[in-house]
């Protein structure tokens, strides 16, 4: 399985935001929508980096209340690390294990096109193995 497939079950809408956007407006958003990373986004629309739920923690921890109305570039991860949706389940899941981070932008042709999470990524590899051994099993059965 790949995440061209996954995309097309969970769907391709990605949550952005602009560089000057304040964190609180980046927290706000967060809370809103339910999800824990927002794509931040250049004029042109090029991935200009993302910020999570961890990423907003740890500046609040490190600087207290006064970063809630710093723009979110001071933020966010600027070396992103994307797929495309080739990639495989399990070539993403190393990745985002050895990266120690949860969400990761989809980008084909060089443009945004969905975003997959952890999450995504554990469902849709359960679900494969679920099919695989109730192949398995129909192969033993019919033997």
């Known amino acids: 399985m790949n995440i061209g497939q996954v995309l097309k079950a969970k769907g ?5 935001a602009r560089p000057d956007a304040t964190l609180l407006d980046i927290i706000t958003k967060l809370t809103q929508k339910r999800i824990g990373a927002i794509v931040i986004v250049g004029d042109n629309g090029d991935v200009a980096g993302i910020i999570s739920e961890r990423d ?4 609040l921890g490190e600087r ?3 970063v809630l109305s710093e723009p979110v570039s001071k933020t966010m991860t600027t070396n992103v690390i994307t797929c495309q949706e080739h990639t495989t389940l399990d070539e993403l899941m190393e990745v985002m294990t050895q990266g120690r981070f949860r969400h990761v932008p989809v980008i084909e042709d060089g443009a945004l096109v969905g975003i997959v ?3 995504d990524i554990v469902k849709h590899h359960i679900a494969e193995v679920e099919m695989e051994v109730t192949a398995m099993r129909g192969y033993f059965v019919t033997g």
Request: net charge positive.
């Open 12 to 16: 391709r809408t990605v949550a952005t």
């Open 56 to 59: 907003v923690v740890r500046k």
């Open 64 to 66: 207290g209340a006064d």
């Open 117 to 119: 999470s952890i999450g």
